[in-house]
């Protein structure tokens, strides 16, 4: 059977003090982990060791212990020259038939005022 100890009036207050001590401690550390510029902090730093991480990883499929590695770079090379020639044709199609419109809309306004 355990002993019935009973706490003096000092003994509690010590225990009460302590327990809002680290009560205290403990909300401080919240409100320090969950303010907007410590969020805001940690996720540019988590955004920066992302970029740099995915930016080692793309640089080693190019370039390796010997250099450089041209096949992988004219691939690369010949896939943005088939973009930029992909959206000049669709641009210059986009050009053609707008202008084609546009004369059919300006003609049609003239024929009305005739």
Same mark, same amino acid.
């Given at each position: 059977?355990?002993?019935? +100890? ?12 302590? &327990? /809002? ?10 409100? @320090? @982990? ?6 805001? /902090?940690? *996720?540019?730093?988590?955004? +920066?060791? $992302?970029?740099?991480?995915? $930016? @080692? !990883?793309? +640089? ?6 010997? *250099? ?8 690369? =090379? =010949?896939?943005?020259? *088939?973009?930029?020639? $992909? ?7 986009? &050009?053609? /038939? &707008?202008?084609?419109? =546009?004369?059919? !809309? ?6 009305? =005022? @005739?």
């Amino acid at each position: 059977m355990a002993k019935n +100890k009973t706490r003096s009036v000092s003994e509690i207050r010590a225990d009460l003090a302590r &327990n /809002r001590a680290q009560m205290a401690d403990s909300v401080s550390e919240l409100v @320090e @982990e969950v303010s907007p510029k410590n969020v805001a /902090r940690r *996720g540019v730093d988590s955004a +920066k060791s $992302f970029a740099a991480s995915e $930016f @080692e !990883a793309a +640089k080693a499929t190019i370039k390796d212990e010997n *250099g450089w590695r041209t096949d992988r770079l004219m691939v690369i =090379g =010949g896939a943005v020259l *088939g973009v930029v020639a $992909f959206v000049i044709t669709v641009k210059s199609i986009s &050009n053609v /038939r &707008n202008r084609s419109l =546009g004369d059919k !809309a300006h003609r049609a306004i003239m024929s009305i =005022g @005739e």
